[in-house]
Each structure stands twice: as C-alpha cells, then as structure tokens.
T-cell receptor, first 117, second 113 residues
Framework: AQTVTQSQPEMSVQEAETVTLSCTYDTSESDYYLFWYKQPPSRQMILVIRQEAYKQQNATENRFSVNFQKAAKSFSLKISDSQLGDAAMYFCAYRAPFSSNTGKLIFGQGTTLQVKP | DSGVTQTPKHLITATGQRVTLRCSPRSGDLSVYWYQQSLDQGLQFLIQYYNGEERAKGNILERFSAQQFPDLHSELNLSSLELGDSALYFC????????????FGSGTRLTVV
C-alpha cells in the first residue's frame, strides 16, 4: 500500500527567508501524482503545487517550488521569501495513476509552519 | 467559494446519535470523495463515488455509510456516534474517476459530546 510520511511536525521560518518541508512516500507505481496542500487556520484545503511523476522537471508556482527525487521517493516543498500568510499546516499527498480507477489522495501527517515577523 | 458546498458547517450531537453530512460537488464534477480529519489520525480517505456508484473505499467504519444521488450531491451518514468520531469531515470533487482538478469543500466540523 502507498504511504506518505512527513517527518517534521513543526517548522518555523523568519519572514522573507526560505524554508523547506520534507515528504517521502512509498509506492510501486512508476506513474503517479504528488501534491502539496496548504491548510490555514480557516481549515480550507488549498492546492499549492502538483507534480506528475513522469515529468523530470520540478514544478514551480511563484514562490513555491518542489524538489522531486523519484528514485529516492522524496518530494520536498521549498517556500522562498516567506510571508506571514504562509503560516499554515502543509500536507503532502499522493495520488495513484489513472489506471488505478480512483482519484483518492493519501496524505502525510502534516507539517505546521510558523512564520516569524 | 471553491464550488464545493458542504452543509452544515458545524454540528454538535450526543453519543449514540445519527447525523447526515451533505456535499454538493462543483458543477460538472462526477466524482465525490469524503475525507476525515481528526487530531490523531490526520487526513484519511473514507470513500469515493463516481456518477452515483461507489468506486473506492478507505478506512470507513461500518457505522458510516454514504451515497451519491442522481443530481450528484452526496451524503455521508454517521450512526451510533462515539466521542472519537469528532472530526472535520471534508468533501472533495473532481470531474474524472481518477484524475482532473480536485476541489475541496470547507468541511463540516462534527463534535460528539
């Protein structure tokens, strides 16, 4: 069964600095999808970034980028120029390929990010 | 507004009771997913429906059941409630069975007292 592990329950970063959140996963599939979701105090789940496993290029969305290491099954999120609004819980998630006939997400335990002014 | 509507937003009920959570998916989406977020279990997939049919099941208790109606809205029924069922229940929708953009609702906060 696929699993997702986030080994950092809490992280903190100074405003304007850079922080990296770690995620590892386990799967026997070669084609899958990985996501980072942000959950602010409002509890809304917000998609931050996605990565298709067949793409070698790391995904980037403005200040958010990932370091996808397929062989190591590692998928870290880098937040540059951290802002107070980035403070939230961040979840790493895995989705199996289309052939699995389900779009269910498997989530890691989450990392709470604190941004210090 | 994400386009996925969950009602009610908050629910407080007593142990042993039964409740129904409702989800209206984003317009055009055929898949509905239910997730449970609790303090000790994190975010866990419960069940997926696609165009009215159950398509995937996660760690959903036998006391819980769900269905998707012809208008594509879905209901999650929780019965014989226990204190441990207190959690945030999310609904999400997507257009496809196994892919496509994924949208979460704002959740229903269930408190069992």
């Amino acid at each position: 069964a696929q699993t997702v592990t986030q080994s950092q329950p809490e992280m903190s970063v100074q405003e304007a600095e850079t922080v990296t959140l770690s995620c590892t996963y386990d799967t026997s599939e070669s084609d899958y999808y990985l996501f980072w979701y942000k959950q602010p105090p409002s509890r809304q789940m917000i998609l931050v970034i996605r990565q298709e496993a067949y793409k070698q290029q790391n995904a980037t969305e403005n200040r958010f980028s990932v370091n996808f290491q397929k062989a190591a099954k590692s998928f870290s999120l880098k937040i540059s120029d951290s802002q107070l609004g980035d403070a939230a819980m961040y979840f790493c998630a895995y989705r199996a390929p289309f052939s699995s006939n389900t779009g269910k997400l498997i989530f890691g335990q989450g990392t709470t990010l604190q941004v210090k002014p | 507004d994400s386009g996925v509507t969950q009602t009610p937003k908050h629910l407080i009920t007593a142990t042993g009771q039964r409740v129904t959570l409702r989800c209206s998916p984003r317009s055009g989406d055929l898949s509905v997913y239910w997730y449970q977020q609790s303090l000790d279990q994190g975010l866990q997939f419960l069940i997926q429906y696609y165009n009215g049919e159950e398509r995937a099941k996660g760690n959903i208790l036998e006391r819980f059941s769900a269905q998707q109606f012809p208008d594509l809205h879905s209901e999650l029924n929780l019965s014989s409630l226990e204190l441990g069922d207190s959690a945030l229940y999310f609904c999400a929708s997507s257009v496809a069975l196994a892919g496509g953009d994924y949208t979460f609702g704002s959740g229903t906060r269930l408190t069992v007292v």
